[in-house]
C-alpha cells in the first residue's frame, strides 16, 4: 500500500518524493476533483496526503469522502506557509460526522 500527495506546491511535491512519495501539483478546484476521484479509484494507495489550501477548494467532496469511505485515508497536511487552519476546525469536522452541534 503507498501513500499519494495532491499539492498545490511544487516544493511540497518535491520533499514528499525525496521521502518516496508520488504525487501531482494541481491548482484549480477541477484538477483537484479529477485527481482525488482518481485516486480514491486505486486499489494500491492506503493514504491520500492533500495540502490544507486544496482541501479548502473543494472540503465539500473531502469531507464527505473521509465520512463515507473507508480507504484511502486523506490526510490534510500543511504546507511550507504554516498550519491555516482554524481554532475551530476539529469542531466543525466533528459536527458534521455526528450531525449534533457542539
Given at each position: 500500500?503507498?501513500?499519494?500527495?495532491?499539492?498545490?506546491?511544487?516544493?511540497?511535491?518535491?520533499?514528499?518524493?525525496?521521502?518516496?512519495?508520488?504525487?501531482?501539483?494541481?491548482?484549480?478546484?477541477?484538477?483537484?476533483?479529477?485527481?482525488?476521484?482518481?485516486?480514491?479509484?486505486?486499489?494500491?494507495?492506503?493514504?491520500?496526503?492533500?495540502?490544507?489550501?486544496?482541501?479548502?477548494?473543494?472540503?465539500?467532496?473531502?469531507?464527505?469522502?473521509?465520512?463515507?469511505?473507508?480507504?484511502?485515508?486523506?490526510?490534510?497536511?500543511?504546507?511550507?506557509?504554516?498550519?491555516?487552519?482554524?481554532?475551530?476546525?476539529?469542531?466543525?469536522?466533528?459536527q458534521d460526522?455526528?450531525?449534533?452541534?457542539?
Amino acid at each position: 500500500m503507498k501513500f499519494y500527495l495532491i499539492s498545490d506546491n511544487v516544493d511540497t511535491k518535491m520533499g514528499m518524493r525525496f521521502a518516496g512519495i508520488p504525487g501531482v501539483v494541481v491548482h484549480e478546484e477541477e484538477e483537484v476533483r479529477r485527481e482525488l476521484t482518481q485516486a480514491m479509484e486505486r486499489e494500491d494507495i492506503a493514504v491520500i496526503l492533500m495540502t490544507e489550501k486544496l482541501v479548502s477548494l473543494c472540503p465539500d467532496i473531502v469531507y464527505d469522502l473521509k465520512l463515507n469511505r473507508k480507504k484511502p485515508l486523506i490526510v490534510e497536511i500543511p504546507d511550507r506557509h504554516g498550519n491555516g487552519r482554524t481554532k475551530d476546525s476539529i469542531t466543525k469536522y466533528v459536527q458534521d460526522a455526528i450531525g449534533v452541534k457542539l
